[in-house]
């Protein structure tokens, strides 16, 4: 006959209280736990219970150091929201740095980290879940192709608090090999699914002005979500400084031509830095940023004489543009032209960086974009009829003019009951052009992969 062990009987609650007395940090509440592990003990002797008090573990736990679990958990956060790769782990010089200087926490290896990292994401999931449950949303989405050509799409919220600005959550980065407004919206709404975010939360919609993006707003709304979709208006805004830089041709070459006799020349920029101390280097204008051709513009009608003295003792045979540059220096008209810019589109630059802050109010932004219009409207100039007609297009939103009319109270849009909501509503989609740069590691390959394997889905 085989032999049976018995279960080992566990002992009455009045047993367990009079062994545990002798171990402050247990307790029992049914089962025996370790408040400084924050674990349960499946142990139910006294033997047993001074094995884990006498470990090392809950002697580290004790004197606060933090539990290996907890440590690979925020290092792996660290690193990815700080945009570090995980090949730093295997370098010998960080190795030797965190050995000196945090001799007693072992580092671990790349590939030990990576095991905590679908448990980070789903952490993470389950946090953004909870901000999200049964909140008002704004929601933006964006694409842009990555270095094979790729669409990728990223969608971004807010929770939409009537008494202060919130932060906004990266919720989605998908890569797709077609993007039209179908499979767009299908990764927005399949997104908010993930999230447990039924559509009828998201009560506003920004995108830029593109066709693509105008029809993901009318398909999210046959899908039944009532909101309102705003076009961004620092790219409306960013379209009006474009259409002052047609209008000023010869200005803008002079800033193209100068920018080539300064670019990766330290000759050059010594040159400058000594006949004019104290003014900073000229100013590159970046097509794809918001304003950086007004902020040139500006820049060069500040210090014109400054910077002609500089470019004309250059030899034209030694520096891309040199010569078309000294060109446009000479031409006394280009200076006229740079001080009419100054004195009538500055305001309009300074409108576009205030936009640019997610944290404004309805009520500032709609200031700001009033007084624009004030702006353009009061200036004479024949040039400005171009520059004013291109306004008057990008302001021809039906949806903004329906927000506006909930913030003044006059509106009758079922969304008005939400007006409260809209006190912080942001008009700009300036937060989902700037995720692209800050998570551009996501689609790496190599030493990016975990970092990928993180954030695909978050």
């Given at each position: 006959?085989?032999?049976?062990?018995?279960?080992?009987?566990?002992?009455?609650?009045?047993?367990?209280?009079?062994?545990?007395?002798?171990?402050?940090?247990?307790?029992?509440?049914?089962?025996?736990?370790?408040?400084?592990?924050?674990?349960?003990?499946?142990?139910?002797?006294?033997?047993?219970?001074?094995?884990?008090?006498?470990?090392?573990?809950?002697?580290?736990?004790?004197?606060?150091?933090?539990?290996?679990?907890?440590?690979?958990?925020?290092?792996?956060?660290?690193?990815?929201?700080?945009?570090?790769?995980?090949?730093?782990?295997?370098?010998?010089?960080?190795?030797?740095?965190?050995?000196?200087?945090?001799?007693?926490?072992?580092?671990?290896?790349?590939?030990?980290?990576?095991?905590?990292?679908?448990?980070?994401?789903?952490?993470?999931?389950?946090?953004?879940?909870?901000?999200?449950?049964?909140?008002?949303?704004?929601?933006?989405?964006?694409?842009?192709?990555?270095?094979?050509?790729?669409?990728?799409?990223?969608?971004?919220?807010?929770?939409?608090?009537?008494l202060k600005p919130t932060v906004p959550l990266l919720l989605a980065s998908k890569r797709l090999t077609e993007c039209t407004g179908q499979t767009i919206t299908w990764v927005v709404l399949?997104?908010?699914?993930?999230?447990?975010?039924?559509?009828?939360?998201?009560?506003?919609?920004?995108?830029?002005?593109?066709?693509?993006?105008?029809?993901?707003?009318?398909?999210?709304?046959?899908?039944?979500?009532?909101?309102?979709?705003?076009?961004?208006?620092?790219?409306?805004?960013?379209?009006?400084?474009?259409?002052?830089?047609?209008?000023?041709?010869?200005?803008?070459?002079?800033?193209?031509?100068?920018?080539?006799?300064?670019?990766?020349?330290?000759?050059?920029?010594?040159?400058?830095?000594?006949?004019?101390?104290?003014?900073?280097?000229?100013?590159?204008?970046?097509?794809?940023?918001?304003?950086?051709?007004?902020?040139?513009?500006?820049?060069?009608?500040?210090?014109?004489?400054?910077?002609?003295?500089?470019?004309?003792?250059?030899?034209?045979?030694?520096?891309?543009?040199?010569?078309?540059?000294?060109?446009?220096?000479?031409?006394?008209?280009?200076?006229?032209?740079?001080?009419?810019?100054?004195?009538?589109?500055?305001?309009?630059?300074?409108?576009?960086?205030?936009?640019?802050?997610?944290?404004?109010?309805?009520?500032?932004?709609?200031?700001?974009?009033?007084?624009?219009?004030?702006?353009?409207?009061?200036?004479?100039?024949?040039?400005?009829?171009?520059?004013?007609?291109?306004?008057?297009?990008?302001?021809?939103?039906?949806?903004?003019?329906?927000?506006?009319?909930?913030?003044?109270?006059?509106?009758?849009?079922?969304?008005?009951?939400?007006?409260?909501?809209?006190?912080?509503?942001?008009?700009?989609?300036?937060?989902v052009e700037r995720s692209f740069t800050k998570y551009k590691h996501i689609f790496r390959q190599g030493e990016h992969v975990s970092m990928r394997q993180l954030w695909k889905h978050i």
């Open positions: 006959m085989a032999y049976v062990r018995k279960a080992k009987k566990r002992p009455y609650a009045d047993q367990v209280f009079k062994f545990i007395a002798d171990f402050p940090d247990l307790i029992y509440d049914g089962m025996i736990k370790c408040k400084v592990c924050q674990i349960d003990l499946q142990c139910w002797d006294k033997g047993a219970c001074r094995r884990h008090v006498n470990s090392t573990r809950h002697i580290k736990n004790q004197n606060g150091v933090t539990p290996k679990t907890q440590f690979m958990f925020d290092l792996l956060f660290v690193l990815v929201t700080c945009g570090v790769p995980f090949l730093i782990l295997d370098r010998l010089p960080f190795r030797e740095f965190w050995k000196k200087y945090c001799p007693d926490v072992d580092l671990p290896s790349r590939t030990a980290l990576r095991n905590y990292v679908t448990t980070v994401r789903e952490d993470v999931v389950n946090r953004i879940k909870c901000a999200l449950k049964n909140k008002r949303l704004w929601l933006c989405v964006d694409e842009t192709t990555d270095c094979k050509k790729n669409s990728i799409v990223n969608v971004i919220v807010r929770v939409m608090d009537p399949e997104t908010l699914a993930k999230f447990q975010v039924p559509p009828s939360q998201v009560l506003m919609l920004v995108t830029d002005g593109d066709t693509t993006m105008r029809l993901v707003g009318r398909y999210l709304q046959e899908q039944g979500c009532r909101l309102l979709h705003v076009t961004c208006k620092v790219h409306a805004l960013h379209l009006v400084a474009e259409r002052i830089r047609k209008c000023f041709p010869e200005v803008d070459a002079l800033i193209a031509s100068t920018e080539k006799v300064f670019l990766k020349s330290p000759k050059h920029l010594r040159a400058f830095h000594a006949q004019c101390p104290g003014v900073r280097e000229p100013s590159q204008s970046i097509l794809t940023r918001f304003g950086t051709w007004l902020e040139a513009a500006l820049y060069y009608a500040q210090y014109f004489q400054q910077i002609k003295v500089v470019v004309l003792q250059f030899n034209p045979a030694e520096a891309a543009g040199a010569k078309e540059s000294q060109t446009k220096f000479r031409d006394i008209s280009i200076e006229t032209d740079l001080q009419i810019v100054r004195n009538n589109y500055k305001g309009l630059y300074g409108s576009i960086e205030k936009l640019q802050n997610g944290a404004l109010s309805l009520v500032e932004s709609l200031q700001i974009l009033d007084e624009v219009d004030t702006l353009l409207h009061t200036i004479d100039d024949a040039r400005n009829d171009r520059v004013l007609e291109e306004f008057e297009s990008v302001k021809k939103d039906s949806d903004f003019i329906t927000l506006k009319q909930i913030s003044d109270g006059v509106s009758t849009n079922p969304l008005t009951e939400f007006k409260e909501c809209f006190n912080y509503a942001c008009v700009t989609s300036t937060d």
